[in-house]
């Protein structure tokens, strides 16, 4: 009945309808949601209104007229099957920090951590850029649901946007279409996510976020998390705001299934800022001297956590697809992605050879023809693939998805991992020594800052939990609610810090990362069975060197030690500082956080 109801609505209809007053048709039963759409269609004028169903039609139909248009290029056929590569306009490559804002009634409680607005004057503000904003394009309905459609987990929302890119990309990426529709129309209520390209004027952009209305308004921008909505902007900041109130988490964690050869299956959940290697961890080959080992993927971006009735950590993955960094991937560094992006991916922003095959560097085969601006390449000026440049596809191909990636209960988290890049200071690993040590850890997670985001790459910054760019609320608070939540848990996972990006004094990586990165994983998963001991330092335990296997591996004895200590006159300062930018969240701030750094920091002085 429902999806009678939902019937498509194709360009021309549409147009024949009134394109004027922007009225549409009726065309779901859920009247908040019609009458939505029809006041946004009535202030952006569209030509033309699309519900999208999801279907694969509707997905290849969608993108022929993107070839035509030019939006979109087909790749080579034989060798990239279904590939297509876009383009975007050189000022809209990355997410915007400083364009992005969350309004809530109060400043604080967006926190000194978010840019913020009094909601009436972000609605002001961003409804004039909306005015007329889609004259002349088509209007596209995206109904969809993040996490399992039949998860008591999920949360579903409706995007409207003016960009075709927008709606294939969130076809890969969510469970977008006809059944999310239904579930909507059952529950009630959805989240409102308006976007349009707009002029794609930087001084014309903003992501505005309401979390008290579940709304976002984001203009200006055709690019991932500014525009794909479902992402970052539903997933992690309404939701983290939603799911404090609820008694949840909403992370910025990959979630892996690591299956040991006796068949035994940890699942653990590991928070690393933008482009800190989340994917390729969450679908990494184990090395050659760990047979037996199997790795599952349950989602590379995004975990929403619950605790269960028994009071075990669950998590789901709100996502169905990957908006992955190209550059590095390769046969050897992660061959799973390699192999899954030479088939139905869409591209942005890499290069292209004389065969027109996508190329990054990093690739190892292949030269560039033509850069990411679709020039004629020129080392002189600069990358041939922009550092931010993104595949995206369903996670359908990745030969390493779990089942369980459907289960509407989720799966059990043995282990939470924090990590970023530190070339210095920062140790391979170590484990907090309890849960407020570990919200401790994860509260003081640095980390140089990459091409994900735009501004300077590599300054060393504060992005605890690796929230900075996405908690829609105050950290304080935020901090408040994991305290918290470990209260409701009966089965406590312990909580670890690792670093794959420690480099010598000549720059050179200490660790090898990528693949061999299982060999930190399995000491996490023999501490959390009880199976090794660890050497007790004021930061955390931390392993004997002989308990990192290192067989077939090229370290040095040194490069090893320093792998595995700590420096404690550098530790110390770091204390220090965590505890300055602790100071900045004021009297909000909990008094167990606190306790910690002051304690650690005393262990250090001594
Ligand atoms: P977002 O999608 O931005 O959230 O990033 P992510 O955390 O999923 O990062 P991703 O796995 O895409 O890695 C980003 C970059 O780091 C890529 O260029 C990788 O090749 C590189 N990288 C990933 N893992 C490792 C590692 O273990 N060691 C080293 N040296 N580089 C890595
Ligand atoms: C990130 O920046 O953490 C991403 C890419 O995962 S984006 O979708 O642009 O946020
Ligand atoms: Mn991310």
């Known amino acids: 009945m429902s999806i009678m109801r939902a019937q498509l609505v194709t360009d021309e209809t549409a147009q024949n309808k009134d394109k004027h007053t922007g009225k549409t048709p009726m065309t779901t039963k859920l009247a908040a949601l019609q009458s939505w759409v029809d006041q946004v269609a009535s202030h952006t004028r569209p030509d033309a209104i699309r519900w999208c169903t999801g279907s694969d039609a509707e997905y290849d139909e969608i993108v022929q007229k993107m070839l035509a248009d030019g939006t979109l290029t087909a790749l080579n056929k034989d060798r990239y099957p279904n590939c297509y590569l876009h383009l975007s306009d050189p000022s809209d490559v990355a997410r915007v920090e400083n364009l992005t804002f969350v ?40 109904p969809y649901c993040m996490g399992p459609i039949d998860s008591p987990y999920s949360r579903c929302g409706v995007e409207i946007t003016d960009s075709p890119y927008v709606v294939v990309n969130m076809k890969l990426m969510t469970r977008m279409g006809t059944k999310a529709l239904e579930r909507i129309e059952s529950e009630g209520y959805f989240v409102r996510a308006l976007h349009s390209t707009g002029d794609l004027d930087p001084d014309r952009r903003f ?41 949840w988490l909403a992370e910025h964690m990959l979630i892996v299934g690591l299956e040991s050869p006796d068949g035994v299956i940890h699942y653990v959940a590991c928070a690393f800022p933008s482009a800190c290697g989340k994917t390729n961890l969450a679908m990494l080959i184990p090395p050659k001297s760990m047979p037996g080992w199997k790795v599952w993927t349950l989602g590379d971006d995004i975990a929403w956590l619950h605790p269960d009735e028994s009071g075990k950590l669950r998590a789901i993955n709100p996502e169905s697809g990957y908006f992955g960094v190209v550059p590095g991937t390769n046969e050897k560094t992660n061959k799973n ?12 922003n890499v290069a292209t050879t004389d065969d027109n095959e996508p190329w990054w560097e990093g690739k190892q085969t292949g030269r560039p023809a033509k850069d990411w601006q679709g020039r004629d390449y020129n080392a002189e000026n600069g990358k041939a693939a922009h550092p931010n440049s993104r595949f995206t596809v369903a996670a359908t191909n990745n030969r390493a998805y779990s089942s369980l990636a459907e289960a509407p209960e989720g799966v059990p988290i043995s282990a939470i991992v924090f990590g970023g890049r530190r070339k210095e200071l920062a140790p391979l690993v170590y484990e907090a020594k309890s849960w407020e040590h570990g919200v ?127 420096d404690r006159d550098q530790w110390h300062a770091e204390l220090k500082s965590v505890g300055e930018y602790l100071d900045t969240y004021g009297d909000r701030l909990p008094d167990a956080l606190r306790q910690q750094q002051e304690m650690i920091a005393a262990e250090l002085a001594n």
């Not at 984001?218 to 970052?232: D, M, P």
């Not at 390699?338 to 591209?347: E, P």
């Not at 800052?449 to 908690?471: L, Q, W």
């Open 337 to 348: 992605a390699n192999d899954m992006i030479m088939h139905d991916t869409i591209f942005t």
């Open 103 to 142: 309004c809530t009634q109060s400043k604080d409680d967006a926190g000194p951590n978010n840019n913020w607005m009094k909601p009436s004057d972000g609605h002001t503000k961003i409804d004039e850029l909306f005015a007329a904003c889609m004259q002349g394009r088509t209007m596209y309905v995206l």
């Open 207 to 247: 992501i505005m976020h309401f979390p008290d209305e579940l709304s976002i308004k984001s203009i200006g921008s055709g690019y991932g998390g500014n525009a794909l909505l479902g992402k970052k902007c539903h997933a992690l900041r309404i939701a983290s705001y939603q799911a404090r109130q609820e008694g």
């Open 440 to 566: 401790l850890v994860g509260a003081g997670v640095a980390s140089e800052t990459t091409a994900a985001s735009v501004g300077e790459v590599g300054i060393v910054r504060r992005d605890p939990m690796a929230m900075k760019p996405f908690c829609g609320y105050n950290f304080a608070d935020y901090w408040a609610h994991w305290l918290e939540f470990g209260n409701n848990l009966t089965h406590l996972p312990k909580i670890f810090h690792v670093n794959w990006f420690r480099q010598n004094t000549a720059g050179d990586f200490l660790w090898p990362g990528f693949g061999e990165n299982l060999r930190v994983l399995n000491w996490i998963i023999e501490r959390c069975e009880g199976r090794v001991d660890a050497v007790e330092t004021p930061i955390g335990f931390l392993p004997y060197p002989t308990d990192i296997d290192t067989t077939d591996l090229d370290i040095s004895p040194e490069a090893l030690q320093a792998l595995t200590s700590i």
